[in-house]
């Protein structure tokens, strides 16, 4: 018997059988995963952001904590656990919160935990590394059974994005009284608001998160995820070839022609937004000297380093921020043009020598630099540096330490010399590096400005460049602050690089962006394809 | 009779004067790492330094026979370069350890008692501790790269060499020359270094080579780990952890220093064991 079929029957049937595929395609990807094994460079000693401030504690704990805010895909701020906010007027700031939201113990989230959160990071007592985010925040105080306003000493343009950062993420006011010195660890891991609870964390190694059912968002689609950490690049890549992990950040741009050739994973770029450097203590000698310090950033071959070790996934920098970073004040074509006109010290080792030859150390001195063994580039980039300042009569050596002795070092801020740092952004405004890296309040102790850096010029700019909402007046005086910190040698700006990552070619994830470990993003668009 | 003589002889002499073939090319092998320890800088076509970022890690080539690293230095240069560090660390451990080894074995086997005792229980220690585990804790937490490494070994190696020197040494004490010179009444020091040493010297010579061999590997090993020489320096276990990264663009880079790893350490390792065999005969 012969089935006959009309054409109007076909047509209707194929209509069926497509939107049943596409439907059952559309179920298959809601379809829960039972378990995502990340890998990450490294896993620090404690979960406590205010104690680890890295990207990997933030790839990790972004998704078991959450500020007020959060940023999108495209990096605006977008509403979090508080469901609005407003700019009352230039120094206040007033959240209102999300109802029903809770912490991963059931307990509520109420307008005191903000407070206490908000307080523990500005006291000084509690030593934490993002206290500089609040420095310019007078009090909070819960205004209201949902309401918590935070007012500020001066107008700051940059702490609009603290909430949303690290910075901002929200603890247990009771968990941080009953467990000050030791939330973080393996006996008191940190409660969050996020679409995850934090169960199981073996310092340094391994971190077990599950998704949370009542989570106040997005629902997660995996129920569990197993972050491991892997310092080994080649590990990494063949832990990802053998299916061992689903996926990693931070991959090597020189590695990724590695990783794509695996066939079993994707390669997600986007720009960094970050920048390597090298930072040289100007309270002591050497590097107290301008001819010194202009001698080592002529001894940078910036360009080759581009091409060496990012295979041209990156740009050389000619000043600290990336010209995306100007986003809202100015083009990066405006931004290039501004650089063209700067002091940019392009590789030129004669250059170097007459610098070097006008300083107190005309003959040379010796210099040890730490770098971590978990970057991709520190020590290629050290090693560089090195053999090109042997030849001007600078000796530098290169100490290879594990990533959290190198940070500890940087941070502690004593007998600094000369340091490489790695910074990827908090936000993305133009003055978020320029404070970090120049403003003399951060000059100190757990303070990112490693050349203490004093210009009573620059912090003028700066405090305009944080308190005044005007594109044009902000870019003036960033402009200011560019031209004096190029001149002065204040630092020397190595590379701006692309970010990568790799996911099995199972998985999808749309949310990766420059700020993937400040973002949740689990929930970002990640799925089953 | 005089056929038979002529047709014995050469037979009786072959196997203690010929080399085996394997111990010529294992002397020719190790002869080529001393040359290169001692005068790289003449014979490695460029500096293990120069870098040519502009180029990065490339595959060999006519201008570059074993490629360029990640940096763009020459690998060639590089390898040839590290002979110094895969020699003189070797050198060092195997020389230092023996040195205080046979001090100890000689006592120990010696003297006896509480002397034998104190010292064998100490050799027990040691040999219970996990040898590379100690190396790399201690190396990673005092710091100071090659040399606390070499030092580290040179602490983990001397406990077994005790143990060999001592048992050379009880072969040795029932001896009637010992005897005799006890009855002449020669002093202990004078019995232990100027009548027992040379005796047990070619055991020790023997043990010395694979001493070396060990410690070859251990540093290279501890390199590898980031745990050996400082980033930049040619060495041979430091070039496979830095070029590990460029396997699939420059595999040369990588297998070339293993290779002369392996090479280095099996040909001392059959040197030893034909120096043992050839000295033990004796």
Redesign the interface.
Known sequence: MHAHITRRLFVAGSTASVVMLSRAIRASAQEPIEEVRWALPSINDTMFVPRAWSTYVGAIMSLVQEGPLAFGDDLSLQPAVAESWKQVDDTTYVYTLRQGVTFGDGSPLTPDDVVASFLYQMDPKSGSQLAAFFSSVDTVTASGDNEVTVKLTAPNVQFQYTPAHMAGFLFSKKQLEEFPEDIGTPDALPLGTGPYRLVEFTPADTVVLEARDDYWGTKPVAKRIIFSAIPD??TRLLAAKNGDIDGTFDL?I??I??WK?LGNVDVITAPSLGVFMLTMDQSAPPFDDIHVRKAIAYSV?R???V???L?SNGEPATALNPPEMWAGIMSPDEVRKFYATLPSYRFDLDKARAELAQSKHAGGFEVTVP?S?AD?YM??I???V???L?QIGITM????VDANQWLAGYFRHEDLGMQIMAYYPDFADAANYPYLFYASANAVKDGMNGSNFKNSEVDKALDVANQKSDPKERAEALKTVFRIVNEDAALVPIFWPDSAMAISNEYKLTGYNAFWYNVPWAIRGFGLK | MTEHVEATQPKERAPRDAIPPAIVIAFIVVAIVVICAFFGGSIAPDSPFTQRLEIGDTPPSAEFPAGTDLLGRDVLSRVIHGAWTALIGPVVVAAGAFAIATVLGLLSGYLGGVVDSGIMRWVDFMLALPGPLVAIVVVGVVGGGYWTAVAVLIILFTAPDTRIVRSAVLEQRPRPYIDAARALGVSKTRILFVHILPNVLPIILAYVVLDFAFALVNLAGLSFLGLGVEPGTPDWGRMLFENRTILFTNPVALLLPAAMVILTAVSMNLIGDWLFARFTRQ
Request: net charge negative; no cysteine; aromatic share 0%.
């Open positions: 690049r080649q090597a020189s590695d022609d590695q050739a071959d360009e080759g380093l091409k060496a070790l295979k770098g063994s991709p020590i290629n050290l090693q560089s090195s053999e090109n042997k050596k290169v100490q290879e």
